[in-house]
């Protein structure tokens, strides 16, 4: 089965501050209207955040709600990212670990609470 489209879609109350964050992150645009938005990334549909008015964001790690589905994006520049998450609104989760680790993780949330990663490894490893 071949399918046109594959997109992962996020709830969320505000569908502007969620679309927003989103484009700003992935240096992508927005299109759409109160009850669905899509945010393209070069050319591509990449995902989509539908109305959900009584969306309760989870309480990550183990609280109630649960997360569902987490997103995770690879980066050389950790601390760039950082400061661009922080500016369109998310949240530090949990900080890395080790600041001089040759990878890791830091977690975040974005504006309606969906747990989300930055993951760092050397710039060598995310050429090709």
């Not at 992962?8 to 989103?22: M, N």
């Not at 964001?57 to 050389?76: E, K, M, N, R, S």
Request: glycine share 10%; net charge negative.
């Amino acid at each position: 089965m071949r399918f046109k489209y594959r997109q992962i879609v996020l709830d969320a109350a505000d569908v502007g501050a969620e679309s927003a964050f989103w484009a700003g992150l992935l240096d992508g645009t927005v299109e759409g209207g109160d009850r669905w938005r899509n945010v393209w990334v070069d050319g591509g549909w990449a995902l989509a955040i539908q109305h959900a008015p009584d969306h309760v964001p989870p309480d990550w790690p183990d609280g109630t709600p649960q997360q569902q589905i987490h997103l995770d994006f690879y980066t050389a520049d950790l601390e760039s990212a950082h400061q661009k998450v922080l500016e369109l609104g998310g949240r530090v989760l949990r900080a890395r670990d080790n600041a001089e680790a040759h990878t890791g993780v830091r977690i975040y949330a974005d504006p309606a609470g969906h747990p989300f990663c930055i993951c760092w490894l050397p710039p060598t490893d995310l050429e090709g």
